[in-house]
T-cell receptor
Framework: GQQVMQIPQYQHVQEGEDFTTYCNSSTTLSNIQWYKQRPGGHPVFLIQLVKSGEVKKQKRLTFQFGEAKKNSSLHITATQTTDVGTYFCAAVQLNTGNQFYFGTGTSLTVIP | DSGVTQTPKHLITATGQRVTLRCSPRSGDLSVYWYQQSLDQGLQFLIQYYNGEERAKGNILERFSAQQFPDLHSELNLSSLELGDSALYFC?????????????FGPGTRLTVL
């Protein structure tokens, strides 16, 4: 089963609205990565967070890593149609050795 | 274009058969990762090779095996295929061994088992 859960599974927003996806783990994560997969495409790396409480920004995207390193979020401000796709978090859980888990993903639809 | 190539792009085969998927990593990358993406299971990590050696193992079935060759390309062998093996198979590559590297994904091979 999935070790890293993401919510929501689907999100439809009007263009210009904000969007947030959350990634949650039951155990501590060593680091967390975020990927975007466009429809029909392959996952593309967006960013990596390593430190507790870390916040990174990429233009309209803001990424956060929780203080306990068990959760993370991706926030998009003022969505555009180019933001359409599925956003995945991915991480190594500290108690699972070399096991790399992708989250369940959040599929974002932006309505023009 | 990530620089990772995968062949074939599509593969249609029958239950019980065996297929081989091929992946060439980006120039200079030593690690290759294999993933399976299906609608009900999401993106599942299967296995990682680093410089020819198995480095990490995920949810890979015993019917599946992989190897990485001296030129660093990798092959994923799927045998005794079942309907449930129908999925998109991605490989990814990265420069080093750990999971803290950026992984660059190939375009994938879509496998259909009839």
């Amino acid at each position: 089963g999935q070790q890293v859960m993401q919510i929501p599974q689907y999100q439809h927003v009007q263009e210009g609205e904000d969007f947030t996806t959350y990634c949650n783990s039951s155990t501590t994560l060593s680091n967390i990565q975020w990927y975007k997969q466009r429809p029909g495409g392959h996952p593309v790396f967006l960013i990596q967070l390593v430190k507790s409480g870390e916040v990174k920004k990429q233009k309209r995207l803001t990424f956060q890593f929780g203080e306990a390193k068990k959760n993370s979020s991706l926030h998009i401000t003022a969505t555009q149609t180019t933001d359409v796709g599925t956003y995945f978090c991915a991480a190594v859980q500290l108690n699972t050795g070399n096991q790399f888990y992708f989250g369940t993903g959040t599929s974002l639809t932006v309505i023009p | 274009d990530s620089g990772v190539t995968q062949t074939p792009k599509h593969l249609i085969t029958a239950t019980g058969q065996r297929v081989t998927l091929r992946c060439s990593p980006r120039s200079g990358d030593l690690s290759v990762y294999w993933y399976q993406q299906s609608l009900d299971q999401g993106l599942q990590f299967l296995i990682q090779y680093y410089n020819g050696e198995e480095r990490a193992k995920g949810n890979i079935l015993e019917r599946f095996s992989a190897q990485q060759f001296p030129d660093l390309h990798s092959e994923l062998n799927l045998s005794s295929l079942e309907l449930g093996d129908s999925a998109l198979y991605f490989c990814a590559s990265s420069p080093s061994a750990g999971f803290t590297d950026t992984q660059y994904f190939g375009p994938g091979t879509r496998l259909t088992v009839l």
